[in-house]
């Protein structure tokens, strides 16, 4: 690992943390946002090894920037502990989670900050994100329950079955909240935390690695902390939505063990070995039956769903085969 300072960081009020790994172009175009926002904030960049030129980009486009620190890493460690090891260079009151492929409207930061400082009780608070077609996303919700997030959700999520109108209209339904509103979990994409309020629950655990649990357990030991997580669309952010990942064969299947396992350990950590085994079962059950519809698709269609059926086929058999806490990606 190596860590690049900055030449002077003026005091700053939010420290960003942006996590990378091989998205040269839109981590270019979240820092350009970041350069015109109307509050002092340093930017921590944590690149996970990244290929793809990130690292030669960072370091010759905005080596100039004083409000920049870069940490190279050896290896992809993730989004939890990339994060976490951003945390001891935070200097700011606010930490800002942000993902690469992020992009912040001008005063958005600030307009947020300002929200936080009249609400000391609110501990996170999230934007309303859209993609670049101005499509909102879901980045808030409701703790996680075995029938609601484990079994519906993998279904009406489906890709297939978005394309759906009844489908989308729900999702819209459910994503287009337009009041502030306190909220279960607010999405990592764009996540801003009361510093020390980190600092106290010590991170992201770090056994995740990819899965949307790392952000529903933090807001679960926030609330224990006795804060308030607020969904806040009062800004909007576009979250182009990552493209740091080529489905190959080998990542599809690699990325969906990781949100199989995350899911696994969120439900053994916070409901115990019984919900753990339930999780994995009902997890075993939609991978056998979306490889079957994938497998036949394929028929038609040829390789991407012949790779779908191998990464749901594959996981579906690992789950059964060993146990969870044998499974450790990198």
């Known amino acids: 690992m190596s860590v690049y300072k900055p030449v002077n960081i003026k005091q700053s009020r939010v420290s960003v943390i942006v996590i990378t790994y091989n998205a040269k172009d839109d981590v270019r175009d979240c820092l350009l946002s970041l350069a015109v926002q109307e509050v002092p904030i340093e930017i921590i960049i944590v690149d996970n090894a990244s290929t793809d030129g990130t690292r030669e980009m960072l370091t010759n486009e905005f080596a100039g920037w004083a409000n920049i620190r870069l940490i190279l890493n050896d290896e992809n460690i993730g989004f939890a502990k990339g994060n976490n090891q951003a945390l001891p260079y935070c200097n700011g009151e606010y930490i800002l989670l942000l993902n690469s492929d992020t992009v912040v409207p001008r005063g958005g930061i600030a307009e947020?900050?300002?929200?936080?400082?009249?609400?000391?009780?609110?501990?996170?608070?999230?934007?309303r994100m859209v993609n670049e077609n101005g499509i909102v996303q879901l980045s808030y919700g409701r703790f996680w329950s075995l029938i609601r997030d484990v079994a519906i959700a993998p279904i009406l999520g489906s890709a297939y079955l978005e394309r759906l109108p009844i489908i989308r209209w729900w999702k819209n339904q459910i994503s287009g909240r337009k009041e502030v509103s306190e909220v279960d979990w607010i999405g990592g994409a764009a996540f801003m935390i009361r510093k020390q309020l980190m600092i106290d629950l010590g991170g992201i655990d770090p056994f995740y690695f990819l899965s949307a649990g790392d952000m529903v357990d933090l807001c679960m030991r926030v609330k224990k902390k006795g804060y308030k997580r607020v969904y806040y669309p009062n800004v909007e952010f576009i979250h182009k939505g990552s493209k740091s990942i080529s489905f190959t064969r080998t990542t599809r299947t690699a990325s969906l063990a990781h949100s199989y396992d995350g899911t696994i350990y969120f439900f053994k950590k916070h409901h115990g070995k019984m919900a753990a085994l339930l999780a994995r079962l009902l997890l075993i059950l939609i991978s056998l039956a979306k490889a079957t519809i994938a497998s036949l698709i394929a028929i038609g269609f040829g390789k991407p769903y012949n790779d779908i059926a191998y990464a749901h086929m594959f996981n579906a058999l690992r789950l059964m085969k060993v146990r969870h806490t044998d499974v450790q990606y990198k």
Do not use: E, S
Not at 115 to 123: E, I, R, S, T
């Open 112 to 127: 947020m900050v300002k929200y936080m400082d009249l609400h000391p009780d609110v501990g996170v608070l999230g934007p």
